[in-house]
Every structure is written in C-alpha cells, then in structure tokens.
C-alpha cells in the first residue's frame, strides 16, 4: 500500500510523463513556457517531499513503533 500523500504526488508527476512520451513517439517540441511549467511541478513535489520529512522528523519519536503520523506543516523559513 501507498499512503495517500506519496500517491498524490506520484500523479503530479503524471503531465511530466505524458509530455516526454509525445516528444519520444510524436516528435513534439518543448518550448520556454513548457520547461517553466515542468520545473514548477516537480519544484512543487519536491516542497511537498520535504514538509511531509521536517514534520515527521520533528514530531516522531524514531525508537516508536506505533506509527506516528504528524501533520504536515510548513518547514521552518517557508511560512
């Protein structure tokens, strides 16, 4: 199983795949505003990895073994 936030931003990910299968089947080009846009979500998927690690890394114990969920917060300078 794949918990919910992880899923979410595989499927981000998902414009990303579909435009690199066009240019490689289709010969489709890319221009500024694509590149902009491709850098913008993986930017974004990348924010989101590291809030959802900086508030487990904060709020869990690491010697727990009951499954500590923390809420997702923003790290610390991205208020």
């Given at each position: 199983?794949?918990?919910?936030?992880?899923?979410?931003?595989i499927?981000?990910?998902?414009?990303?795949?579909?435009?690199?299968?066009?240019?490689?089947?289709?010969?489709?080009?890319?221009?500024?505003?694509d590149?902009?846009?491709?850098?913008?979500?993986?930017?974004?998927?990348?924010?989101?990895?590291?809030?959802?690690?900086?508030?487990?890394?904060?709020?869990?114990?690491?010697?727990?073994?009951?499954?500590?969920?923390?809420?997702?917060?923003?790290?610390?300078?991205?208020?």
């Open positions: 199983r794949v918990p919910a936030t992880d899923a979410s931003i499927l981000t990910t998902e414009p990303l795949f579909a435009a690199a299968a066009g240019v490689v089947t289709l010969g489709e080009t890319f221009v500024t505003s590149y902009v846009g491709a850098s913008l979500i993986i930017g974004a998927c990348i924010l989101a990895v590291l809030i959802e690690d900086e508030a487990s890394d904060e709020l869990c114990d690491p010697y727990d073994d009951s499954g500590c969920v923390p809420p997702c917060t923003w790290p610390e300078g991205f208020e």
